[in-house]
């Protein structure tokens, strides 16, 4: 069974770090492109960072909002993918979910964890 | 970046109905277009994808349509447990573009 838990989300200070992991279980991690996706509060979805999959080496792609504050990684022995957000702002303040993305796109997402970026 | 408009926002109908969203990208996406359900307090679940493919264990009355720039999502004899935001998502090109959700509710 495919399974995406997401956790290491909270409160904290504009300007501030926060890490988040997403743990992987059920497939071949390497074999599939990892992503993020955030929703702030009563929001549509807005996607903001991609690591393609082993066969293309890993690479990273991300969105204008994030690029150069966010770094998404991966633990390929953990089966574990990584969202390093630096210089918070609060209009970072969402649901941050980590999805599998194939063919079929995002077939499976993660429960999702809250960041709320507040002074 | 490839803009996703959606339409309806909002939607009322009543159960057995037929719905229908739509969806349009402001250049061609070549069918690389699906669909999700988002629930109340839930993560979202693929509905369909490359524009009219069923995803695995979801109802046939659930179906999607379209090309070039132009897509939408057909619900035949909606259901209660249909009540939820769909959106509509790109993935011919990073970065990769959401709609803006239609909230799906019943009469």
């Known amino acids: 069974e495919v399974k995406l838990v997401e956790y290491g989300g909270g409160l904290v200070q504009p300007g501030a770090s926060l890490r988040l992991s997403c743990e992987a279980s059920?497939?071949?991690?390497?074999?599939?492109?990892m992503e993020w996706i955030r929703q702030a509060p009563g929001k549509g979805l807005e996607w903001i960072a991609a690591s393609r999959n082993k066969a293309n080496d890993y690479s990273t792609v991300y969105s204008a909002s994030v690029k150069d504050r966010f770094t998404i990684s991966r633990d390929t022995y953990k089966s574990i993918l990584y969202l390093q957000m630096n210089t918070l702002k609060p209009e970072d303040t969402a649901i941050y979910y980590c999805?599998?993305?194939?063919?079929?796109?995002?077939?499976?997402w993660g429960q999702g964890v809250m960041v709320t970026v507040s002074s | 970046d490839i803009r996703m408009t959606q339409s309806p926002a909002s939607l009322s109908a009543s159960l057995g109905e037929t719905v229908n969203i739509e969806c349009l990208a402001s250049e061609d996406i070549y069918s690389d277009l699906a669909w999700y359900q988002q629930k109340p307090g839930k993560s979202p679940q693929l509905l369909i994808y490359?524009?009219?493919s069923l995803q695995n264990g979801v109802p046939s009355r659930f179906s999607g349509s379209g090309s070039g720039t132009q897509y939408s999502l057909k619900i035949n004899s909606l259901q209660s447990e249909d009540v939820a935001t769909y959106f509509c998502?790109?993935?011919?090109?990073?970065?990769?573009?959401f709609g803006s959700g239609t909230k799906l509710e019943i009469k």
């Open positions: 999805a599998r993305a194939s063919i079929p796109p995002f077939d499976y």
């Open positions: 998502q790109q993935y011919n090109n990073y970065p990769l573009t």
């Open positions: 059920g497939f071949t991690f390497s074999d599939f492109y």
């Open positions: 490359n524009a009219n």
